[in-house]
């Protein structure tokens, strides 16, 4: 709300958006009963369309409505979506159905830019999810003279119009013409393909100048009214910060953030950024007792001894990115965070791909190495082989001598003998 009057858009409400996205899973019912006589048939109401349909609306605090855009999962429907549509409506598709960064800064780029008017400067509204964030939006936004702001987690219900009094209604028309429509046709279901023409009849008949109107001054952003919002609708009536170690409380760690408009802190959940309780200074400082003496395990005089052990949890417990604050998302600051965040993410990707070459290196040097090993145990064993048939030859070539040599012995030996015999007969 300071941002309204530091901008001095306190009297241009033309110059004031909010968007947000809102999901069709296609399991919404309407909240109609149908009654019937007992024993008769059972009604009952049948699933819209197939698949989850992210709808993204920009609304504005003079009651215009910027064109939709609806994101389907998985591809476009492949029958003709566009019929009884505006032309200048914008479709896209993700794997999951829900909103990235791409489609928003696509968004972004083809919808708010050309149609939230050439007077500056512009604020824009919306919650904090990293989804609608990015170096290349935070620039184009800064460049066209658009500030952007979002919201503190957790209330949305509260600060964004859209949410106060404008998704209710429409989820609810939609659920009322889908089941006139069964009706009408028993057999008909409303497909993906036709839900873009139901949504821009139940916008026709909700999403009217005066209910747009409505819900800005009911979210206090126009006109900007502070007093709307209570601190009884942020915090729980009894709620008590959990003791550290006490194993019986929930495991919830706290952050207090004083308030000098309010004399009195607050206190938010580090793991989910709500406000849990506001706390006077005398409360917060006072003493906090030994879990351990509370349920009576040990004396007073030991409380300052014995002390309960961490738990576990706490100890490994890394930092959260839950935001908990609302943010200037085209202030300096968030600029630096996310090119900082960029450049670290730059790094960390160069530093994998820098291991992923190491290893791949390290590993075709063991291949290498590997192979090297085979080729010398291979040539050890073709030497081996040739050693061995260089031997064996050998053998046979002594083999055959030796032969050779005892059969001229046999020859010679049966010489020798003939010859005695010849002479044993001439001397007879």
Request: charged letters at 30%; a positive charge.
């Given at each position: 709300?300071?941002?309204?009057?530091?901008?001095?858009?306190?009297?241009?409400?033309?110059?004031?958006?909010n968007?947000?996205?809102?999901?069709?899973?296609?399991?919404?019912?309407?909240k109609?009963?149908?009654?019937?006589?007992?024993?008769?048939?059972s009604?009952q109401?049948?699933?819209?369309?197939?698949?989850?349909?992210?709808v993204?609306?920009?609304?504005?605090?003079?009651?215009h409505?910027?064109?939709?855009?609806?994101?389907?999962?998985?591809?476009l429907?492949?029958?003709?979506?566009?019929?009884?549509v505006?032309?200048?409506?914008?479709?896209?598709?993700?794997?999951?159905?829900?909103?990235?960064?791409?489609?928003?800064?696509?968004?972004?780029?083809?919808?708010?830019?050309?149609f939230?008017?050439?007077?500056?400067p512009?604020?824009?509204?919306?919650?904090?999810?990293?989804?609608?964030?990015n170096?290349?939006?935070i620039?184009?936004?800064?460049?066209?003279?658009?500030?952007?702001?979002?919201?503190?987690?957790?209330?949305?219900?509260?600060?964004?119009?859209?949410?106060?009094?404008?998704?209710?209604?429409?989820?609810?028309?939609?659920?009322?013409?889908?089941?006139?429509?069964?009706?009408l046709?028993k057999?008909?279901?409303?497909g993906?393909?036709?839900?873009?023409?139901?949504?821009?009849?139940?916008?026709?008949?909700?999403?009217?100048?005066?209910?747009?109107?409505e819900?800005?001054?009911?979210?206090?952003?126009?006109p900007?009214?502070?007093?709307?919002?209570?601190?009884?609708?942020l915090?729980?009536?009894?709620?008590?910060?959990?003791?550290?170690?006490?194993?019986?409380t929930?495991?919830?760690?706290?952050?207090i953030?004083?308030?000098?408009?309010?004399?009195?802190?607050?206190?938010?959940c580090?793991?989910?950024?709500?406000?849990?309780?506001?706390?006077?200074?005398?409360?917060?400082?006072?003493?906090?007792e030994n879990?351990?003496?509370?349920k009576?395990?040990?004396?007073k005089?030991?409380?300052?001894?014995?002390?309960?052990?961490?738990?576990?949890?706490?100890?490994?417990?890394?930092?959260?990115k839950?935001?908990?604050?609302?943010?200037?998302?085209?202030?300096?600051?968030?600029l630096?965070?996310?090119?900082?965040?960029?450049?670290?993410?730059?790094?960390?990707?160069?530093e994998?791909?820098?291991?992923?070459?190491?290893?791949?290196?390290?590993?075709e040097?063991?291949?290498?190495?590997?192979?090297?090993?085979?080729e010398?145990?291979e040539?050890?064993?073709r030497?081996?082989?040739?050693?061995?048939?260089?031997?064996?030859r050998k053998?046979?070539?002594?083999?055959?001598?030796?032969?050779?040599?005892?059969?001229?012995?046999?020859?010679?030996?049966?010489?020798?003998?003939?010859?005695?015999?010849?002479?044993?007969?001439?001397?007879?």
């Open positions: 709300m300071d941002t309204v009057d530091s901008l001095g858009l306190t009297n241009k409400p033309n110059q004031i958006f968007c947000d996205e809102s999901g069709f899973s296609g399991k919404e019912k309407s109609e009963k149908v009654l019937t006589t007992k024993g008769s048939h009604y109401q049948k699933v819209m369309v197939h698949g989850h349909i992210t993204h609306m920009c609304i504005a605090g003079d009651g409505v910027l064109p939709s855009f609806i994101i389907f999962d998985g591809c429907p492949h029958r003709n979506f566009k019929d009884g505006p032309d200048n409506w914008l479709y896209g598709s993700s794997e999951s159905g829900y909103m990235d960064t791409e489609l928003f800064e696509n968004w972004f780029d083809q919808v708010f830019i050309p939230c008017g050439t007077r500056r512009v604020l824009l509204i919306f919650d904090n999810h990293d989804s609608h964030i170096i290349d939006l620039e184009k936004a800064k460049a066209s003279n658009i500030h952007i702001i979002g919201l503190p987690p957790h209330t949305t219900h509260l600060l964004q119009p859209l949410d106060v009094a404008i998704f209710g209604p429409l989820k609810e028309k939609v659920n009322q013409l889908a089941v006139t429509v069964g009706n046709n057999s008909a279901t409303i993906k393909s036709k839900f873009p023409a139901l949504l821009n009849t139940a916008i026709d008949q909700t999403v009217t100048l005066a209910r747009v109107k819900s800005f001054k009911k979210s206090g952003m126009y900007v009214d502070r007093s709307i919002i209570r601190n009884s609708q915090a729980p009536a009894d709620f008590n910060k959990p003791e550290k170690g006490n194993k019986e929930t495991d919830v760690d706290v952050a953030i004083t308030s000098n408009d309010l004399q009195e802190s607050t206190i938010l580090h793991c989910c950024g709500n406000i849990l309780s506001y706390a006077t200074e005398i409360e917060l400082n006072k003493p906090t879990p351990l003496v509370t009576n395990l040990i004396p005089g030991l409380a300052d001894v014995l002390l309960p052990p961490e738990n576990p949890s706490q100890a490994k417990k890394t930092s959260s839950i935001v908990t604050e609302a943010r200037v998302i085209t202030g300096d600051e968030m630096q965070k996310l090119q900082y965040k960029h450049d670290e993410a730059i790094k960390l990707t160069e994998k791909e820098k291991r992923k070459t190491e290893r791949a290196r390290k590993k040097e063991a291949e290498v190495l590997k192979e090297a090993k085979k010398e145990i040539r050890k064993k030497d081996r082989e040739i050693r061995d048939s260089e031997k064996k053998q046979r070539r002594r083999d055959r001598r030796r032969k050779k040599k005892e059969m001229c012995n046999l020859t010679n030996k049966s010489l020798l003998n003939s010859t005695s015999m010849l002479h044993v007969l001439i001397h007879l």
